[in-house]
C-alpha cells in the first residue's frame, strides 16, 4: 500500500488531471448525472477536508501560532492585499450582479484544502500552512458577509440565507476537524488507530480526484451551456492569478520569511476556496442560478495555473542551493 501512495504522490498531478478530462466528458455526455453529482459534493469535500486536517498536526498547533511571522502575513496577504485586488478586478463584471456575486464569493475566500497539496509539491512550508488551515476558514468565514456588504450592498446580504453558511462550517468544518483530532488522538495510543491514519493520509490523492470529478460532472454542462454568460469571468480570475503571485511574494520578503515559507504565502494569496464555497452559492436565491457555475469557471481556470505555479514558482523562488548553482 505504501508503494501504490508513493506512487501517487508522485505523479498526482497528471492524476488531477485525468480526473477533470473525464468527469468533465462524463458530464457532458451524460447530464443526468449532474443532480446525483452534486448531491455528492458535500460528503465527498468533508471526507477531503477530514483527510487534510487528518495531516494538521494539532500536538504542534500552539507552535503554529507562535510562528507570528508567518500567520500574519498569511492573514494580511489573503484579508487586506486580497480583498483591495479583487474589489478592483471585479469592476470589470460589476455591471452584472450575479457575475459580481460569484466572482467576489470565490475570491475573498482562501482555499484550505488542496493548496496544501499543491504548496508540497512546489516546496513551499505546507505544514505551517496545513496548520494555518483552521484560522484561515473561521476568519474567512467570519469576514465574508463583511466583503460582500461593502462591495454588493446591505440589500443583498439581507437576502441571504445565513442557515447555509452554519451548516457548512459545522459540516465541512467543525465535524472534520473533531473527526482528526479523535483519529490522532487514537493513533498516538493503539495500533488500529495509527493503521486508521494511515490509511486516511494515504487516501489524500484519491479523495482529491473525486472531489474534483464530482464537482466538474455536476456543473460542467451547466458551464458548456451558459460559456458566453461565464466568459466575461475568465479574465478576472487570470488577471487574480497573475498578480497575487508579484504581490505575495513581496509580502513574504518584506516580512523576512525564509523561501518555503514565501512559497507559500503565494500559494495560499493566489489559490481560492472554490469548492467549499460552492455549497453556499448553491443555497443563493433562484436568481443567481448561474453563481454556481461562475463558482466552477474559476475552478477550472485555477487548477490550469497550479499545473504552471508548481513548477514556475520554485524558479521565481529559488532555494539557497539553488540560487548558488
Known sequence: MRGTVEWMERVQIPLYLAALVLSAAVGLLAPAIAHPAELAINPVLGLLLYATFVGVPFAKIGQAFRDWRFLSTTLVVN???????????SRIVAHDQVLLVGVLFVLLTPCVDYVIVFTGIAGGAKERLLAAAPLLMLTQMLLLPLYLWLFVGADFVEAVDLAPFVEAFLLLIVLPLVAAGLTQFAAARTRWGAVTQEVVLGAMVPLMMLTLAVVVASQIAGVGRQLGALLLAIPVYVLFAAVMVPLGAVAGRVAGLDVPARRAIVFSGATRNSLVVLPLVLALPAAFNLTPLV???QT??????MLIFVRLIPRLLPSRSAALR
Open 300 to 305: 477550472l481556470v485555477e487548477l490550469l495555473f
Open 79 to 89: 484579508f487586506v492585499i486580497v480583498p483591495i485586488v479583487v474589489f478592483l478586478l
Open 295 to 297: 463558482v466552477v469557471t
